[in-house]
């Protein structure tokens, strides 16, 4: 019943910006945190970034300092500001969202994922 959609991905030269956005759409209500996963060509999917329902945030190790998670409630979106970007960024980035409902389930909604490739 969560639609997650992801945007702004693309084509970026190594040390440039991208910025990415996910818009949440559907039965919302109950959204307590969102997050960024990605994987790699023979990796892992791995977390990127995670912001809880208060804005507390949490952020993988590689992308430290680098990265910002943000989310906008009013306009129910999700966005990651990447920056310093690295060839070993390039992955699929993929939107997450976890929603719990009192009482009767916990739910994880993902996106299709978005192409992020870092060229040198």
């Known amino acids: 019943q969560v639609q997650l959609v992801e945007s702004g991905g693309g084509l970026v030269q190594a040390g440039g910006s991208l910025r990415l956005s996910c818009a949440a759409s559907?039965?919302?209500?109950?959204?307590?945190?969102m997050a960024w996963h990605r994987q790699a060509p023979g990796s892992q999917r791995e977390l990127v970034a995670r912001?809880?329902?208060?804005?507390?945030?949490d952020y993988g190790t590689s992308v430290k300092g680098r990265f910002t998670i943000s989310r906008d409630n009013d306009k129910n979106t999700m966005y990651l500001q990447m920056k310093s970007l690295k060839l070993e960024d390039t992955a699929v980035y993929y939107c997450n969202a976890y929603k719990e409902v009192p009482d009767l389930y916990d739910r994880d909604y993902w996106g299709k994922g978005i192409v992020v490739t870092v060229s040198s």
């Open positions: 912001i809880n329902s208060a804005g507390s945030t």
């Open positions: 559907g039965s919302i209500s109950g959204i307590s945190s």
